[in-house]
């Protein structure tokens, strides 16, 4: 029996890294339309929310359908606190 492969291990997220800097911290993977009801609920409990999309060229060589349809179907959600008024 083969080692099982997990899609999401290695993946990257496209511009993670700078929105880690601003002070977004990454809440999960999924398809655009579950995205938008997650953008919903965490706007509601008082966050501020970006998307980004995943970049192709870092999925394994056994996800390379995947990987097209992934990268055109699925986002990353981002979330931070809406900050002060100061």
Known sequence: MSEAIY?????RVLRAGDLRADGWEQRTVG?????????????????ETATTDLDPSTFGEACTTCAVSACTE????????VKGDG
Request: proline share 0%; aromatic share 14%.
């Open 31 to 47: 398809d655009r339309t579950r995205i938008e009801e997650l953008r919903g609920l965490y706007s509601a409990l008082g966050f």
């Open 74 to 81: 699925y986002v990353a959600l981002f979330t931070r606190a």
């Open 7 to 11: 899609c999401s291990e290695g993946i």
